[in-house]
């Protein structure tokens, strides 16, 4: 039970956490949510820096997990990065949340040191397997116009994440997909 607990916490603090920003739930929220007393999840989490350490380094594993699936069923550059683009897009939730990582940095002022070291080597790690699809897309020609496979994967996340910003204020996935044709229409078949 111990086990479904904190995980009932973690997934009830991720959603509240990218729908509403990290400083936009508290722990009597999140016993609400998962039916809990509120002493209960310091047992699981004793403060709000160790629920905030917990759901990145779970985040950070997720998505080294769909970065490696990307690479399994798509054998070209152009279709990891729409499989990329398309992970972005889902977890807009049609305009309703944010990755956990955008919303994380939007309550920047709120995170521990260790937090934000958390974020810069998540956001290191997309970098890295982004410049690989870059790399691959000048191997492999299905990316057009690749100059610089790391400066792009910068750009990449940096439009990525803000991409997210645009349509969550607007609440519509629509402008999400306005600011990734760019990306989309160097990818060939």
Request: charged residues 25%; hydrophobic residues 40%; negative net charge.
């Amino acid at each position: 039970m111990t086990t479904d607990t904190k995980t009932a916490l973690l997934d009830s603090a991720e959603h509240a956490s990218r729908a509403r920003g990290f400083d936009g739930f508290s722990y009597a929220d999140l016993a609400e949510a998962v039916g809990i007393r509120k002493a209960s999840i310091h047992y699981h989490f004793p403060t709000k820096a160790a629920l905030s350490a917990a759901l990145m380094d779970r985040y950070h594993a997720c998505l080294e997990r769909t970065c490696a699936q990307i690479d399994s069923r798509h054998e070209t550059a152009a279709g990891r990065l729409k499989a990329l683009i398309d992970f972005y897009r889902d977890a807009l939730n049609g305009g309703k949340t944010l990755c956990l990582c955008v919303s994380f940095i939007a309550s920047r002022e709120s995170l521990t040191d260790d937090v934000k070291a958390k974020i810069s080597a998540f956001r290191k790690m997309m970098i890295d397997w982004i410049r690989d699809v870059y790399v691959l897309g000048s191997a492999d020609k299905t990316i057009a116009g690749i100059t610089d496979p790391a400066q792009e994967a910068r750009a990449t996340l940096a439009l990525l994440e803000g991409a997210h910003l645009a349509a969550r204020s607007d609440e519509t996935i629509e402008v999400f997909d306005e600011a990734v044709q760019t990306l989309l229409s160097r990818c060939r078949p």
